[in-house]
Nanobody, 127 residues
């Protein structure tokens, strides 16, 4: 059974950086398509980065150019490097997974396209 555990959330000042991690267990990382989501209080969950075809990453407009998604198959982990953080980045951050049954990842940023979720890690950015 695949399990996702996020870590790395913290409180930072505007303009700062954080690196989130998502440890994947119970399955080889390559069997799943992975993504990052976030949810601010009172708002819907937002997809911000997702693995796409040919090892590319699709980013939401809200984080494009500031956030970088990467993965390490050897460490069975995902990473989200977040730079130039803004107060509007304050949210609970989640990694998500769906089994790669088609042989490629679509880069979907839609919540309902993923069926395995971590518990989340809180990021708070103060101005």
């Amino acid at each position: 059974q695949v399990r996702l555990v996020e870590s790395g959330g913290d409180s930072v000042q505007s303009g700062g950086s954080l690196r989130l991690s998502c440890k994947v267990s119970g399955t080889p990382l390559g069997r799943y398509c992975m993504a990052w989501f976030r949810q601010a209080p009172g708002q819907e969950r937002e997809g911000i980065a997702a693995a796409a075809n040919r090892d590319t990453t699709r980013y939401s407009d809200s984080v494009e150019g500031r956030f970088i998604h990467s993965r390490s198959n050897a460490e069975s982990a995902l990473y989200l490097q977040m730079n130039d953080l803004k107060p509007e980045d304050t949210a609970m951050y989640f990694c998500a997974a769906v089994e790669n049954i088609r042989g490629f990842c679509s880069g979907s940023l839609r919540e309902y396209d993923y069926d395995v979720w971590g518990q989340g890690t809180q990021v708070t950015v103060s101005s």
